[in-house]
């Protein structure tokens, strides 16, 4: 009876999402909305998109620095959320650097969850990684992003200048997508 009932709220939940578009903006906030399926989901036209704030925490690297997305005003931020446990992450993380260092107006904010610090402190200098991230073991941060899903990592936030949301990669970011959607973004006027 218990999982009958469970697989009835299940389907009511997914018809719920089922019927609404990939991401809303309550009074201009994004908020995720399951994309039927879908694991890269752009969000056209800008007028459209919701804005991300309050995603802030402490610095990985520097313990005690608070870091969030308001420090990259006015600049393309790519969000990825990563953990040194994470195959995928561990792969996609210097490909981040390279954009980051490729495209000039953009920069990358990582969000590290479920993580040691000492082993994710430990990654990101064995690589070389310049980007800071946000240690958010617990996940805290990371629950702030409205209806985003909290487990799935590597996942990837790509906001526009005004850190409203114009893409989402619920899956380890390819490098030949990602390019040519950032460099849109920076074209776009402010």
Known sequence: MRRLALAVVAVLALAGCSTS??????DGEFTFVAPGGQTTILYDPPADRGRVTGISGESLLEPGTEIG???YAGQVVILNVWGSWCGPCRDELPDLQFVQDS???VSVLGLDVR?????AADFVRDRGLTFDSIYDSPARTLARLSGYPRNTTP????????HRVAAVYL?????????PVVER?????A
């Open 103 to 105: 495209v000039e107006g």
């Open 115 to 119: 993580d040691s610090r000492d082993a």
């Open 69 to 71: 997305i308001d420090d």
């Open 171 to 179: 899956t380890q970011i390819r490098i030949t997508e990602l390019i």
């Open 155 to 162: 996942s990837t936030l790509v906001l526009d200048k005004q």
């Open 21 to 26: 578009q990939d991401a809303v903006a309550n």
């Open 185 to 189: 973004l920076v074209a776009e006027p």
